[in-house]
């Protein structure tokens, strides 16, 4: 991949197939029918059976003449054991499509609970980029979070619960044959978790935007979820409108869009280590980390920070210096917005531990798009600022 | 599909896999070969010959160890017997894949081929919307214009050499498996077609921006399209600036992924029975009417005005009327620009035929999507206007 004038030479971009709307997800029956399915594999966890949206998915494939099975041994952050029972469980019971409903937990363990039953062996196996060989079964994800963009991505992230660290898999296989979004289950999310993944879609728009490997085709979908989100989210929050809570679930999808093409930065190199030695909702991370890393990256994107001022409501004249004081004010003000903290420290991160996660981000792959490069010393002092 | 606030509550957006860089062109043998490609069936046209691109891809296919086979039996607005003749040569020799190369005669071309390869009849049984229940054969498509869009398009623009009609098929799977575009192609494109497919890709995205299928998925890369050819289209088409021609082809990449899925209005509603009787170039057609549709649809679609006339590079504050006489303004200029011809009667378009241009168009697909409702009466003083 080359690069010049702000745009790659080289790239590529794959979405797959979309479909969004309210009331969608009693649809999911008649796409795992059009995939070729039989005996469905639902992947959810116990706050969506409460819900009621399980039963949905559950009842919509029956009504389709499909069988359903129903797993739900997925954690928030979902561990290599789940995935391993998962995809055991799946071959035991015949099921021949999977399908995830919920948030980026219950997606991702759909996407390794596919990737071990067609391909065999660990998680482990797998970490790291393009590393998988065999097709999976088809692949249906539902998101009911406004954040992680895991039913358009290349990506899941899987914990290693010996080396208590996230495990990154990147491969088109594990993008979903389609992604159906309803954004009738926001209503239900509680408000900490509208916040929290409202604030993971922002940093991954911020990221992808930045991104050296940010391109027109990502920009667009990185500067819409930024303006969504600038536009919707304290209604949504707030008065819980449904109208607004729609532009988050889109602000999501968009988001998810663009990173999955142009990978993200430092934030996300940061939140991996983290989530993996502390197990912290990843929201709240990179709602703490992103201001900081914007402020550190300022210098390298100065190009393309009145194109985010835009998206986040503000005019510029098309200078930078103005353009970074708005954007780092707007940001500030939507994360305040949502409540979310805005410490580690208030995470229960240890701050002795502060090093060695800055080592181990230097080996996360997020950090290789990052548009200004950073040693170990530059890391330590993100995080000592965002302690 | 319902419609609230301007945008549908239910919609899908579907892209194929998007290749984009220069000098790419050249590992479409690598594309063929992943798709499972032994004997490639490479549809193109003479120019493209002549202009040493099928002798790149013929080249790439034979690097990567594959059989490739020439056919080049395809005109402007390709014709339903070309179609017939590509797929029985297909089928003789065994092939495959399908490449097209070249603007959209020849990938429509390609599609045509691949889809009569494998489902059998005539063009004509497949016309109007998902009428094709057979997979087609492995498709990559590589655009060698800056307009048509077809190769990420569920379209495919066939002429019935008996009705002097253009067929219009709609069905996902004449979606390519890979869009791979090489904007290094355009630079042994005569400046003539650079304009006028310019000009296409500019009515792709006016109309996909203002249709009533548009979602905020299918607007940002309408919106984009018509900012990078307002910016780039002069530049392209004076000083042959490689940056600049990039741009365009890029922007017929975002104005193709933008239709593909909000679909058009009464420009090609119009074009396709003009094409059909008089065999006159898309681009030129789509140049002479767009003005005058803009100004038709301006009352319906009062909202979105103010962003187009940002995407034409002029900022508003939010009038409609501003923006509205900005846009009219702009295109004329963009247009004016691009020497295109501006009235149907410098085309051959017999003044007397424009009542059954105008009933014809009535029945074409486009016209459904339209903002604004159109009469016959509608559509005959658009043509009069644009005589």
């Known amino acids: 991949m080359g690069q010049s004038g702000g745009e790659l030479h080289h790239y590529k971009f794959e979405v797959p197939e979309i479909i969004f709307g309210r009331g969608l997800l009693g649809r999911v029956g008649s796409c795992a029918s059009r995939l070729g ?3 469905v594999f639902v992947v959810s966890d116990a706050g969506l059976f409460e819900a009621g949206w399980v039963d949905t998915v559950l009842g ?22 789940q995935v391993e029972d998962g995809a055991r469980e799946y071959l035991r019971l015949g099921a021949d499509v999977v399908v995830g409903l919920g948030g980026g937990s219950a997606m991702d363990a759909a996407k390794g609970i596919a990737l071990l039953a067609s391909n065999g062996g660990r998680v482990q196996d797998y970490e790291g980029s393009n590393r998988i060989h065999k097709p999976l079964p088809p692949l249906v994800l539902c998101p009911t979070t406004c954040g992680t963009g895991s039913d ?49 879609a922002l940093s991954h728009a911020v990221e992808a935007f930045f991104s050296i490997a940010a391109t ?12 969504l989100l600038s536009t ?53 991370v990179n709602a703490i980390l992103l201001p900081e890393v914007i402020r550190y990256n300022l210098p390298a994107v100065e190009d393309k920070l009145p194109e985010l001022a835009w998206g986040l409501g503000h005019r510029t004249d098309g200078d930078p210096d103005e353009a970074a004081s708005i954007i780092c004010d707007a940001v500030d003000e939507l994360l305040e917005a949502t409540g979310a903290p805005r410490h580690l420290s208030s995470l229960g991160v240890a701050r002795d531990s502060l090093p060695e996660l800055a080592e181990r981000a230097l080996n996360d792959a997020c950090i290789l798009t990052s548009p200004r490069k950073a040693a170990v010393s530059d890391l330590l002092s993100i995080l000592e600022r965002a302690y």
Do not use: W
């Open 232 to 284: 919707s989210l304290v209604a949504a929050v707030r008065a819980r409108d449904a109208k607004a809570l729609e532009n988050l679930s889109r602000a999501s999808l968009h988001a998810g869009m663009a990173f999955s093409n142009s990978l993200l930065g430092i934030v996300h190199a940061l939140a991996h280590p983290i989530g993996g030695l502390y197990d912290t909702a990843h929201g709240c």
């Open 152 to 200: 358009v991505s290349q990506f899941a992230i899987i914990t290693d619960t010996v080396r208590h660290c996230k495990m990154t898999i990147m491969s088109r296989t594990v993008a979903p044959d389609i992604s159906l979004t309803d954004p009738d289950t926001l209503e239900t999310l509680p408000e900490e978790f509208v916040c929290t993944t409202a604030a993971d």
């Open 216 to 227: 027109s085709l990502t920009d667009v979908h990185a500067v819409k979820a930024v303006r």
């Open 60 to 81: 919509s494939l029956r009504d389709s003449g499909l069988e359903a099975v129903y797993y739900d041994n997925v954690s928030p952050n979902p561990r290599d054991r």
């Open 37 to 39: 399915g039989r005996r």
